[in-house]
């Protein structure tokens, strides 16, 4: 099984197929509008650095891309109406920004060149040297067999590196590699690209959030090169198609029994689903989405307690609070949650070298692609001038327990580098100099619930000191 059809139909494990093609089976599955794809499966990959995808697996994929072209009801290098593809990686666990994407892939030589045709065909060109590098060859198979190896080989990156230790992902796991027909966001001005998630993904607070970027592609819109507007807006320009999309969110939030981040595209006023998984969230909201989905009736009291990790518990624990009076440099996004002092670097490398030494740095950069994964991973908190709260960036951050401060404007990297500044990355403010106080203890209320709850299981009295809550239960609990 290298290579399967993504149809909703059947069992597709996650492990074999990944999370972005499992998401979309499920999105499939429930009849949520979703364009047709293929996924090449972890076993059809080596699980060591390879440049040539093996001949087998690409004769399974031109047999597949011939039953995309039949469901899409376009065909690969047609110079009219070209089937274009998107190729993205999909580990098991997400790995929001770390590997490759290429996108419309198939661009044929005749592909028009002004307007929409134009567009996309110079995003194909930046997506292929990012990826791959240099210019694209016109043969849209050799394209495709292109990106699809460069998208696995970026598996090995060493930022992907970098996130799977700290995330805890074998490295010898593996990805699996997703081909979508694409739609376009940048087709019209009634089309854009968006991120939401059920939950508040920094408070927890139930009900839809997001961002959305009008005339765009999603990597705009994740790799922060675009400050994107609210979700709101969208519901303001095609209210239709935003009660639509919290339809389909509710939808796959009980589906998943969990809060979940959904990508979309509007084509021309139509919804397109992109990909559906488990939110990264702060610790704080980790804590009351658990509280929340067992008071729904979605899990029960013993999976809310397992889905409380050890590093949930230190950033809350280790949360400090802010002194009044202290002077605001810039304000952005909340992006983040939490408070982090440290000395502002501009510079990724000086960044790494002052966080080899010891010394707690924050991060700020126009924005952040991939490559600053390594540096915002040892950063104490992190600072950009453009994008929003579902960028990759604030996605990383948000799982690692590290504030940020997004969307802040030009200049910001001017006037913040060099100093010792506090970060508050929930309310969307940096501060000069040192303004974090120690707290008094874990007060979160959605804490203390979990606690009640793992000590009622645990038959009363303390925790085992191996339970990921003990070390706040006496804290919590008195």
Known sequence: MTVLTISGRGDLPVELVGGKA?????????????????????????????????????????????????RAGRRFGDPSSPLLVSVRSGA?????GMMDTVLNVGVPPSFGTDGWAADTRARFAASWAEAVGGPPPPDGHRQLRGAIEAVQSSWWSERAAAYRDRSGIPHDAGTAVVV??????????????????????????????????ARAQGDELVSGLRTPAPLGSLAEAEPAVAAELARAVAVLERD????????????????????????????PAAMRIAVDLCDAGLI?????????????????????????????????????????????????????EAADAGEPVVLVRPSTSPRDVVAM???????????????????VCR????????????????????????????????????????TGGPT?????????????????GDLPAGHVLAPVAGTVIR
Not at 196 to 211: I, K, L, N
Not at 317 to 340: I, S
Not at 377 to 395: F, I, K, N, R
Not at 446 to 454: E, N
């Open 22 to 70: 499992h998401g979309l089976h499920r999105m499939q599955a429930l009849g949520l509008p979703s364009p047709p794809a293929f996924v090449i499966t972890t076993a059809a990959f080596p699980d060591e650095p390879a440049e040539r995808l093996p001949e087998p697996v690409w004769t399974a994929v031109l047999d597949h891309l011939s039953v995309l072209e039949r």
């Open 92 to 96: 098991a666990r997400s790995m929001p």
């Open 180 to 213: 979508q027909a694409m739609v376009f966001g940048n087709r019209d001005d009634r089309s854009g690209t968006g991120v939401v998630f059920s939950r508040d993904p920094g408070t927890g607070a139930p009900g839809p959030t997001g961002e959305w970027v």
């Open 256 to 283: 998943a029994a969990d809060a979940v981040e959904v990508e979309f595209t509007v084509e021309s006023g139509r919804l397109h689903l992109l990909q559906r998984r488990v939110a990264k969230r702060s610790a």
């Open 300 to 352: 029960d009291r013993p999976t809310a307690v397992a889905r409380i990790t050890s590093d949930h518990v230190r950033a809350i624990v280790g949360a400090g609070r802010l002194v009044d009076g202290g002077v605001e440099l810039v304000a952005g996004l909340a992006a983040g949650p939490g408070t982090a002092v440290g000395r502002a670097h501009t510079d990724v490398d000086a960044a790494l």
């Open 377 to 395: 991973l040892q950063s104490v908190a992190v600072v950009t001038e453009q994008g929003g709260a579902t960028s990759h960036a604030a996605l």
């Open 399 to 438: 799982e690692a327990g590290l504030p940020a401060v997004v969307g802040c404007g030009a200049g910001a990297r001017d006037l913040l580098g060099g100093r010792v500044v506090t970060v508050d990355g929930t309310s969307g403010r940096v501060f000069d100099g040192d303004l974090v106080a120690a």
């Open 444 to 460: 979160d209320p959605a804490l203390r619930t979990l606690v009640a709850w793992a000590v009622e299981a645990a038959g009363g």
